[in-house]
């Protein structure tokens, strides 16, 4: 069963990580739906400049593109925090089954720790949603 430990010839302990692996792949493909809720959002306030709608309008999509920054962010954390995990105990092999979910939050917060306001801002796509916008304004 996955996670679980399995005697095999006596001593010999074989952790399966198959389910949280296959668990990890869907994950690193909710990617792609933050990426194309970033290229949506994008595109709406490019198009909200493009037709002169009001100031409001570019800031809520300016705060949705924080927003999904923060999410990238985030989701890429939990991935490496799992994934560090997971390579750790392979490479250990401890005789005793340890807390996955604990070491995983532990590992996560410890990331999460490291943020700071403006790290969201060097998410590609948000830089490049600002650019674009600044050089429509210039038109």
Do not use: W
């Not at 069963?1 to 010999?12: D, E, K, Q, V």
């Not at 194309?36 to 809520?60: I, K, N, P």
Request: hydrophobic share 35%; net charge negative.
């Amino acid at each position: 069963m996955p996670g679980r430990s399995s005697t095999n010839s006596g001593s010999t302990h074989f952790i399966s990580f198959s389910g949280v692996e296959s668990a990890l792949s869907s994950l690193k493909s909710f990617q792609s739906c933050i990426s194309s809720g970033m290229d949506t959002v994008s595109s709406v306030a490019l198009d909200l400049v493009e037709t002169q709608t009001e100031v409001s309008s570019e800031y809520s999509m300016d705060k949705a593109m924080i927003e999904f920054a923060k999410m990238d962010r985030e989701l890429n954390h939990y991935v490496k925090a799992v994934q560090s995990t997971i390579n750790h105990v392979k490479e250990e092999r401890p005789e005793k089954i340890p807390d996955l979910k604990l070491l995983v939050e532990k590992k996560f917060l410890a990331l999460q720790d490291k943020n700071s306001d403006a790290d969201f801002k060097d998410n590609e796509k948000f830089v490049q949603f600002k650019q674009q916008l600044k050089e429509l304004k210039k038109q």
